[in-house]
């Protein structure tokens, strides 16, 4: 059973700054490209970044690119997601996510390309 577990939220001031972990259990995280995503009130979830399973790549959201650092470490089996810079607008639930498939050459924003879903981290900016 595939587990994710994200922690790190809270409330912050804007201009300030959060870092996120996603810890993994239940496959080879290793070989799993991971992903962020994040979901405000009265919206639908949206990208925010992925890494690849080798951590050799990563893709960005338009509107987190600069501010955000996603980050791996394979041998805690831990994504992170390293947010500085934050906005009011930045505020949502954030979720991690798994590939739906291992190894692949690709990183990918849709939703459909995850397989796999932690529970969730508020995270909350005021102004």
Do not use: H
Not at 58 to 76: C, E, H, M, Q
Not at 89 to 113: F, G, H, K, N, W
């Amino acid at each position: 059973q595939v587990q994710l577990v994200e922690s790190g939220g809270g409330l912050v001031q804007a201009g300030g700054s959060l870092r996120l972990s996603c810890a993994a259990s239940g496959r080879t995280f290793s070989t799993y490209a991971m992903g962020w995503f994040r979901q405000a009130p009265g919206k639908e979830r949206e990208f925010v970044a992925a890494i690849k399973w080798s951590g050799s790549r990563t893709l960005y959201a338009d509107s987190v690119k600069g501010r955000f650092t996603i980050s791996r470490d394979n041998a805690k089996n831990t994504v992170y997601l390293q947010m500085n810079g934050l906005k009011p607008e930045d505020t949502a639930v954030y979720y991690c996510a798994s590939d739906r498939l291992s190894q692949r050459i690709s990183l990918y924003s849709a939703e459909t390309e995850y397989g796999y879903w932690g529970q969730g981290t508020q995270v909350t900016v005021s102004s």
